[in-house]
């Protein structure tokens, strides 16, 4: 089997409306069709009698109906499963690829780290690749003198810049290839998975690297199959199934549907998209950022605020079990969702199991407001192995836990797993099903996510 791009007759196009100043990408009704042939000869039975009528092979749609704009200074990650789009989809923005139908508008230089090394000449030593590839980006010579050695401290790659690529180890070209491409100056970044690759201490100075980007007021696509990437560099996020853009909104809200995607038996697309309820009811999460800014007294005698009930809670599963009466107790026993820092505490759900379940695991998470995960608990990574719970008990599962976090607000998960049909399953999982607020215990000022229990002390030794 193979796949060629088609050749496409002239269409009549329709004029679309410039974007407006502050869009830097828009694409609209953007497709893209390859050509798929069973056999050889039917490709080059296209190629000629195509303008005839006469057409071999079938259609395969990569990308179909994509309308999005990306304006200066955001940054919008992609995520989706393998083959849904997502690279096809950078390819055309970065015009490597040209779409079948639709338009792609894109302002200012864009550096594309698509697949890094792709443009290298391997006969080419690294510093004749340098040059190589700043004049293809469109710097002039003396631009890429002034920045050369900026590019080559950063590759690292000490006496191998001046031996050529072809014996350079992988790690190497992606060095010297995200180097040049973050010296450009772009005015638009698109990366497509490369801060996965190299060293600990590389990915580290690529992250460096992209947040000073960001800082700039650069404009980043971001594609990575790690949610916690995105949550992290992204304020907003695109969803592609089958090459459609089925959600569009806030990373946090985003990176849970790709999840329910990922995670549950969701075959029906239509099921998919129903989760955007939850995505327009969202308001880009403004009616919980008042959680964190407004002033609350609460009595430490009951701990508990009622406006920490509204959430919008995503469950899914494949109907084997059912999570139920999720509370979190102090250790006097109170139901409570304000918290101490430092205090301990017990987070407790039960779960009614609705048919036979097999290789049981009961998990939770703790994650911060915009997503990030904080810590997650397995009972299988405890040492609990729970081989199998008859149809229709009842569980009581509880995590005993030292709130050792800064003062912030947090959501917490419940999940129970079982082993369906040779794999690992969800039978429910709640997600952000209690969200909390932990408060200091002392008037000192905290920073970051987690609460060391610190204690500072000097002397003079000299």
Same mark, same amino acid.
């Given at each position: 089997m193979t796949v060629t791009a088609p050749e496409v007759a002239p269409q009549e196009t329709t004029l679309l409306s410039p974007p407006t100043d502050d869009v830097v990408i828009s694409v609209r009704n953007a497709g893209k069709m390859y050509r798929i042939y069973d056999r050889p000869q039917d490709r080059l039975k296209h190629m000629l009698l195509w303008r005839f009528g006469r057409h071999y092979g079938? /259609?395969?749609?990569?990308?179909? @109906?994509?309308? =999005?704009?990306? %304006?200066?200074?955001?940054?919008?990650?992609?995520?989706g499963r393998n083959g849904s789009g997502k690279s096809t989809l950078l390819q055309i923005i970065a015009g490597t690829l040209a779409p079948t139908e639709g338009e792609v508008q894109v302002k200012g230089r864009?550096?594309?780290?698509? /697949?890094?090394?792709?443009?290298? @000449?391997?006969? =080419?030593?690294? %510093?004749?690749?340098?040059y190589l590839n700043g004049a293809i980006l469109g710097l002039s010579r003396e631009e890429i003198d002034a920045r050369f050695d900026d590019i080559a401290a950063f590759a690292d790659i000490g006496e191998f810049i001046d031996q050529p690529v072809k014996f350079y180890s992988s790690g190497m070209v992606v060095r010297l290839a995200f180097a040049v491409q973050a010296h450009v100056s772009p005015d638009i970044l698109i990366v497509d998975e490369a801060l996965a690759v190299g060293d600990i201490a590389f990915q580290r100075k690529c992250f460096a690297s992209v947040r000073r980007f960001q800082n700039n007021g650069g404009t980043l696509l971001l594609v990575a199959h790690d949610t916690q990437t995105i949550v992290q560099n992204c304020n907003r996020c695109l969803l592609l199934s089958n090459g459609l853009i089925v959600a569009d909104g806030p990373s946090k809200s985003?990176?849970?549907v790709y999840q329910k995607m990922m995670y549950s038996n969701v075959d029906d697309l239509g099921e998919l998209i129903d989760s955007k309820a939850l995505l327009e009811k969202d308001d880009d999460f403004d009616h919980q950022e008042h959680f964190i800014h407004r002033h609350v007294v609460v009595s430490l005698q009951s701990l508990f605020d009622p406006q920490l009930?509204?959430?919008?809670?995503?469950?899914?599963?494949?109907g084997d079990a059912e999570i139920f009466d999720v509370t979190m107790l102090d250790e006097n026993g109170r139901c409570v969702?304000?918290?101490?820092?430092?205090?301990?505490?017990?987070?407790?759900?039960?779960?009614r199991f609705i048919r036979d379940s097999f290789c049981i695991s009961f998990g939770m998470m703790l994650k911060t407001l915009s997503g990030i995960d904080v810590s997650g608990i397995s009972s299988d990574r405890e040492g609990f192995?729970?081989?199998s719970i008859r149809s229709g008990s009842v569980v009581e599962v509880s995590f005993s836990l030292r709130m050792n976090v800064v003062p912030a607000v947090y959501f917490l998960n419940a999940g129970v797993?079982?082993?369906v049909n040779g794999k690992q399953t969800y039978l429910h999982r709640?997600?952000?099903?209690?969200?909390?607020?932990?408060?200091p215990k002392d008037d000192r000022q905290y920073y970051g996510i987690a609460s060391l229990e610190h204690r500072f002390c000097y002397k003079v030794i000299q």
């Open positions: 079938r /259609e395969f749609w990569a990308l179909r @109906n994509v309308s =999005f704009e990306v %304006r200066r200074g955001e940054t919008v990650g992609i995520i864009v550096a594309a780290l698509l /697949e890094l090394g792709s443009g290298f @000449n391997p006969e =080419f030593t690294g %510093r004749e690749n340098v985003i990176t849970d009930l509204d959430i919008r809670e995503m469950s899914y599963g494949n969702n304000v918290l101490v820092m430092g205090d301990k505490y017990d987070f407790r759900y039960k779960v192995s729970i081989d797993t079982g082993f709640r997600v952000d099903v209690a969200m909390i607020r932990v408060i």
